[in-house]
């Protein structure tokens, strides 16, 4: 049986799930904020013919039974959501954290095949190790600085004469419960530069800014390669980020990579131990393909749906082969 292991608000699981459904494949869905308050986990161990690793869900019929597991794709799980009438706030993140324990211990106790493993998504996630990898590739980087430095930051801004952005390190997003914020990539500029010590609060990515024609999503699932090329209109002047924009002002297109470029993607998702990626990439003005990041767990849906990219079918397979054989 598949597993998906994702949240209740998360879209691009029910492709994945209408395209399980298609082929009758069995399957079950995890979404991590439904437990513990619509269901009961159970894990036994002692006599082997006795051990059970089950979660009975009080609104399905039959347990999420995690022995009859034989792939997985994980993809975006979230903290547990308690029971409300816990107000105590230490106490709220105890029974979040205890919860969710348990289920990363349900799902790490598995032997099957991962889109991708846990373990390998969370350490891809760092910018630092997937750049270094990516130079090791022989990706064409801008030239880059992480720092919370504010005299490095400066000295940068005026070693780059076409100008250098910012973007967060870590998240993207300032999760405050009243007023949540998106972070993007922004243009820094010389009226910045007297705030620079604001740098000191927290490290961020420093990139020289790239003279682009275009951007390019290439979306990776085992050895399949999906290529889409990404314009936009327009945006404000000091936000060079695609992402900022209303999809309605954005125009996809299919996009041939080369071959080494191709090659390099797919060298970097064997390298960090991912069986999936969504990478971004962007073409210059010379001609050269450049590396900005992978999301070792992006999204994908809407590329299927504008560009009928068979991504969700290319999944699928994926975990069929492995049930398959296993």
């Given at each position: 049986m598949v597993l998906i292991i994702s949240n209740t608000q998360d879209l691009t699981s029910d492709f994945v799930v209408r395209e399980l459904k298609r082929r009758n494949l069995p399957f079950a869905r995890l979404n991590t904020d439904e437990f513990p308050t619509k269901g009961y986990g159970l894990a036994t161990f002692g006599h082997p013919e006795e051990s059970q690793r089950v979660i009975h869900f009080v609104n399905r019929d039959v347990p999420l039974d995690f022995d009859h597991i034989t792939a997985v794709l994980y993809r975006r799980p979230v903290t547990p959501i308690v029971d409300l009438k816990i107000k105590d706030v230490p106490t709220k993140r105890f029974c979040e954290d205890e919860s969710y324990d348990f289920l990363r211990g349900l799902w790490y106790s598995l032997d099957c095949h991962w889109i991708s493993d846990p373990l390998a998504i969370r350490k891809s996630e760092h910018k630092i190790y997937q750049l270094k990898v990516?130079?090791?590739?022989?990706?064409?980087?801008?030239?880059?600085v992480i720092t919370n430095d504010p005299v490095q930051v400066e000295n940068f801004f005026h070693a780059c004469p076409n100008g250098i952005i910012i973007k967060p390190l870590y998240?993207?997003?300032?999760?405050?419960?009243?007023?949540?914020?998106?972070?993007?990539?922004?243009?820094?500029?010389?009226?910045?530069?007297?705030?620079?010590?604001?740098?000191?609060?927290?490290?961020?990515?420093?990139?020289?800014?790239?003279?682009?024609?275009?951007?390019?999503?290439?979306?990776?699932?085992?050895?399949?390669?999906?290529?889409?090329?990404?314009?936009?209109?327009?945006?404000?002047?000091?936000?060079?980020?695609?992402?900022?924009?209303?999809?309605?002002?954005?125009?996809?297109?299919?996009?041939?990579?080369?071959?080494?470029?191709?090659?390099?993607?797919?060298?970097?998702?064997?390298?960090?131990?991912?069986?999936?990626?969504?990478?971004?990439?962007?073409?210059?003005?010379?001609?050269?393909?450049?590396?900005?990041?992978?999301?070792?767990?992006?999204?994908?849906?809407?590329?299927?749906?504008?560009?009928?990219l068979p991504i969700s079918k290319a999944i699928v397979d994926r975990l069929q082969n492995h049930e398959i054989l296993s």
């Open positions: 990516a130079q090791s590739l022989s990706f064409n980087i801008p030239k880059t998240l993207g997003f300032i999760n405050d419960p009243e007023k949540p914020q998106n972070i993007f990539t922004n243009l820094v500029t010389e009226e910045d530069l007297n705030d620079i010590d604001s740098v000191r609060i927290a490290p961020s990515i420093f990139q020289e800014k790239i003279n682009k024609k275009f951007d390019i999503r290439v979306t990776i699932v085992g050895d399949r390669v999906f290529a889409a090329k990404i314009e936009v209109d327009e945006l404000p002047p000091n936000i060079p980020d695609w992402r900022f924009a209303p999809i309605e002002k954005l125009r996809h297109s299919n996009y041939d990579l080369p071959l080494d470029v191709e090659k390099s993607c797919l060298d970097l998702i064997e390298c960090l131990g991912l069986d999936f990626g969504a990478i971004d990439l962007a073409l210059d003005h010379n001609g050269n393909h450049i590396f900005f990041e992978i999301n070792p767990n992006g999204q994908w849906a809407w590329l299927e749906t504008i560009l009928q």
